[in-house]
């Protein structure tokens, strides 16, 4: 049975094209991965809200988009989102610096901050938007929004020549055996904040 994926947060800085960025719980997926297209008909108006991010200068951008899975119910705390976006960046910004390093030439994204989530997101409901993090708790109009790209760090695609699967799926193994396992009871207990 194919999994249900829905969206958790949008990374208007990166065009992300591999689509190896996954696991059955969580995946970081660009506009040409099936999951990501899955999300979008899973979310009502999340096509609308990703339509409406612009880059500094006015160019349309599509963000790539940190997604989950239904294969288990929960949502992820904050603990598995933001290490499970370590080990994507790990991946590919260690790499590009190396690349960097050689080649004398920027080939992708150089900083972590080109990962960021935007803080702004649809509710699952897609009537509003909220924002929600360490310095803002807010709700806002979807028809008023208008996303923007970090001002810091250009949009940049990450592709498959400057990014580590192998590294990835070791990392991801490691990652999904840590957050899955209650240490104290003994019990699998993915994702929860219990």
């Not at 719980?25 to 040409?32: D, N, R």
């Not at 598995?80 to 994204?109: E, K």
Request: glycine share 6%.
């Amino acid at each position: 049975m194919a999994l249900k994926w829905t969206a958790l947060g949008a990374l208007p800085s990166i065009d992300m094209k591999p689509d190896y960025f996954a696991g059955e719980y969580l995946a970081v997926a660009g506009a040409h991965d099936d999951r990501y297209r899955d999300a979008i008909a899973n979310g009502p108006n999340l096509h609308t809200f990703l339509s409406k991010f612009e880059g500094s200068h006015g160019q349309r951008l599509r963000p790539s988009l940190l997604i989950r899975s239904d294969a288990y119910p929960e949502r992820p705390n904050s603990e598995a989102i933001s290490s499970f976006m370590d080990i994507v960046i790990a991946c590919v910004v260690l790499d590009v610096r190396v690349r960097t390093v050689t080649w004398r030439r920027n080939v992708g994204p150089f900083y972590a901050d080109s990962f960021e989530i935007y803080p702004w997101m649809i509710t699952p409901d897609g009537k509003r938007l909220v924002a929600q993090n360490a310095a803002l708790w807010a709700v806002h109009e979807l028809d008023k929004f208008r996303g923007t790209a970090s001002a810091a760090v250009p949009v940049q695609e990450v592709g498959r020549e400057a990014t580590h699967p192998r590294f990835f799926k070791q990392l991801h193994a490691i990652w999904k055996s840590h957050l899955s396992t209650d240490r104290t009871a003994g019990r699998r207990v993915p994702f929860s904040d219990r």
